[in-house]
């Protein structure tokens, strides 16, 4: 299974960004995707995830400006990310928790996206 990113880039503060991510394999069933950011000198951390149901979750930095979606019938998560601030700056990473032939739960990263905020 490969995670494959698209849309970062760079942008000025306030702007807006959509990162989108599709799951390609031999997949049975995708339980969670998500989000996940990571700068410099930092630890990766949570951005938003959603499950196959459609519950999502948030981390309290981006409450309010960005909105996680999915279409499960094509394993694609996307953030539509609003108000962008300098301290948004990170690589993005999608992650998806899916059901193979092989396995009942595995876990998937993409390689990562860029996304820059900055006058």
């Known amino acids: 299974v490969q995670l494959v990113e698209s849309g970062g880039g760079l942008v000025q503060p306030g702007g807006s960004l959509r990162l989108s991510c599709t799951a390609h394999?031999?997949?049975?069933?995708?339980?969670?995707m998500g989000w996940y950011r990571q700068a410099p000198g930092k630890e990766r951390e949570l951005v938003a995830t959603?499950?196959?149901?459609?519950?999502?979750n948030y981390a309290s930095a981006v409450t309010g400006r960005f909105a996680i979606s999915r279409e499960n019938t094509k394993n694609t998560v996307a953030l539509q990310m609003n108000n962008l601030k300098p301290e948004d700056s990170a690589v993005y990473y999608c992650?998806?928790?899916?059901?193979?032939?092989?396995?009942?739960?595995?876990?998937?990263w993409g390689e990562g996206t860029q996304v820059s905020v900055s006058a």
């Open positions: 394999g031999l997949i049975v069933s995708v339980y969670s």
């Open positions: 959603v499950t196959s149901e459609g519950f999502t």
């Open positions: 992650r998806a928790l899916v059901q193979t032939p092989r396995s009942f739960t595995d876990d998937f």
